[in-house]
């Protein structure tokens, strides 16, 4: 089809850090196509922050956290019936659901847009009156990208972006000064936590992998810590024997600029990876029970590299059957042979 006219568009991907700067490509597609256009994001409060500083969009809406589960049903039924009204008044022309679960086709459908874009999946269709073409890639992104290519939008590239404001990157150069993390060290960040169990390498592995990275390679090393992690990660820290300084910051832009100023970030399959990835930090993903050839869409000519377990009968779940997760089967040794690749060819990789 030929792209549709449309002055207010309305993207929704509702849940996970990663999964919404995966999206980016596609906001960055329609801004292209659409440069009059007001371009609005739906997510949940905590995926939202990610797309705070993006220059392409108007607004971020974030779905009110008495629309999420767990809340009680009478507080939520009123909310959503508030929230349902304000999305109609809005006057979307276009609206892309990126999720496609039954709570986004819902809201999908109650903005009454003339244009509703969505996936033909397990009922859901009737939210939607223009239905996405999928194409045979596997990748995540592809599948997202498929959304602006049914409605005739062009694609030139799908590079993922997270954006930072000055005020967010001189954040970070005062925590890097503070904690006299300068000089001529390069420095290395590590991200051990996961939003599964089963894709989480353990602590032991991260402190044998800090310590090696500190000893053999003089790398000055950063541990990023999740909500309420900082204590996990100061002994992290304590088997690694070395001072690790930890990250711990609710903004996820402060998080991008200072992990836009490291020289490699190594992680799990979790959103921080994706938001290293994306501000162009030479990334190692590590994975367990998730496959990267669908959720690791990065050049490894960028310096971006994904070590996955060596294990064929992975059970793909949220918590491990095995006595010993898959993931496990990733040795330090072989991210330690990573580190130094990637860091040989990254050698003259722009300063800051």
């Known amino acids: 089809m030929d792209a549709p006219k449309a002055g207010r568009i309305l993207i929704s991907r509702l849940r996970f850090i990663g999964d919404v700067v995966l999206t980016t490509p596609v906001i960055r597609a329609l801004k292209r196509h659409y440069a009059e256009a007001e371009l609005y994001y739906l997510a949940e409060a905590g995926p939202a922050a990610v797309l705070a500083r993006n220059p392409y969009l108007e607004e971020v809406i974030a779905l009110p956290d008495e629309l999420l589960p767990g809340r009680s049903v009478l507080t939520r039924c009123g909310e959503q019936l508030r929230f349902l009204r304000d999305l109609r008044q809005r006057r979307f022309d276009l609206v892309i659901d990126l999720f496609g679960n039954p709570r986004s086709a819902l809201l999908t459908l109650a903005t009454g847009a003339r244009l509703r874009v969505g996936y033909d999946v397990r009922g859901r269709g009737a939210a939607y009156n223009v239905k996405i073409r999928r194409?045979?890639?596997?990748?995540?992104?592809?599948?997202?990208?498929?959304?602006?290519?049914?409605?005739?939008?062009?694609?030139?590239?799908?590079?993922?972006?997270?954006?930072?404001?000055?005020?967010?990157?001189?954040?970070?150069?005062?925590?890097?000064?503070?904690?006299?993390?300068?000089?001529?060290?390069?420095?290395?960040?590590?991200?051990?936590?996961?939003?599964?169990?089963?894709?989480?390498?353990s602590a032991g592995r991260f402190a044998e992998l800090a310590r090696r990275m500190i000893e053999a390679l003089n790398l000055r090393v950063l541990l990023v810590a999740g909500p309420g992690q900082q204590e996990a990660m100061d002994g992290l820290a304590d088997l690694a024997g070395h001072a690790c300084p930890v990250v711990e910051t609710a903004s996820l832009t402060r998080l991008a600029a200072l992990i836009r100023r490291c020289d490699l970030f190594v992680s799990n399959d979790c959103g921080p990876m994706h938001i290293a990835a994306a501000v162009g930090t030479p990334t190692i993903g590590l994975f367990g029970p998730s496959n990267p050839r669908i959720w690791f869409p990065y050049s490894q000519a960028e310096g971006h590299v994904a070590l996955e377990a060596g294990t064929d009968d992975c059970c793909g779940r949220d918590f491990c059957v095995r006595p010993v997760p898959c993931i496990e089967s990733i040795s330090p040794c072989q991210v330690l042979e990573a580190v130094e690749s990637v860091l040989r060819g990254t050698s003259n990789r722009p300063a800051e």
């Open 135 to 201: 194409s045979d890639a596997l990748r995540v992104v592809d599948a997202y990208l498929d959304a602006v290519r049914t409605i005739g939008v062009p694609v030139d590239d799908d590079r993922t972006e997270v954006h930072f404001s000055a005020e967010d990157a001189a954040w970070a150069d005062s925590w890097l000064a503070e904690r006299a993390v300068d000089g001529d060290r390069r420095i290395a960040a590590l991200n051990p936590g996961a939003s599964w169990p089963a894709k989480t390498w």
